[in-house]
């Protein structure tokens, strides 16, 4: 049997083509309440709301351009890719975790994505574990 991450990227996965708005189109749009983090032009992180160590913040970027998942990524991308790096290591030294964390980004159905708008989990304030998944 699945596991809740898993099940909702099941579900989740027949809906990435679509261009329907996401959980985080309504989050930026203010429809779904958040708990900012860090906002610039570009980007717009808060907390997750299902953490899965003691930092959990979701990283997104504001418009999606065609970037529901990196297997998408185009040329056009590369500038918004490399500010999302960035912006996930200001946060990591603003949440105080010069000591480590983790970047990571779920892709597709076997990635265990459940939300088609690309978005990078950055996770801290524990010791990470190997192998993540």
């Not at 964390?101 to 939300?115: A, E, L, T, W």
Request: hydrophobic letters at 40%; glycine letters at 8%; aromatic letters at 6%.
């Amino acid at each position: 049997m699945a596991d809740g991450e898993e099940a909702a990227a099941q579900v989740a996965a027949p809906l990435r083509d679509t261009g329907a708005p996401t959980i985080f189109d309504k989050i930026l749009k203010k429809e779904i309440p958040s708990t900012a983090v860090y906002e610039d032009d570009l980007v717009y992180a808060f907390r997750d709301i299902s953490p899965q160590a003691p930092t959990h913040i979701l990283i997104i970027p504001k418009q999606r351009d065609g970037l529901t998942q990196l297997i998408k990524a185009e040329e056009k991308h590369k500038e918004l890719l490399g500010h999302l790096l960035y912006a996930a290591k200001l946060i990591a030294v603003q949440e105080g975790l010069e000591e480590g964390y983790r970047v990571v980004i779920n892709d597709g159905p076997d990635g265990c994505q459940s939300v088609y708008h690309l978005h990078l989990h950055l996770l801290g304030g524990r010791k990470m574990k190997w192998p993540p998944g």
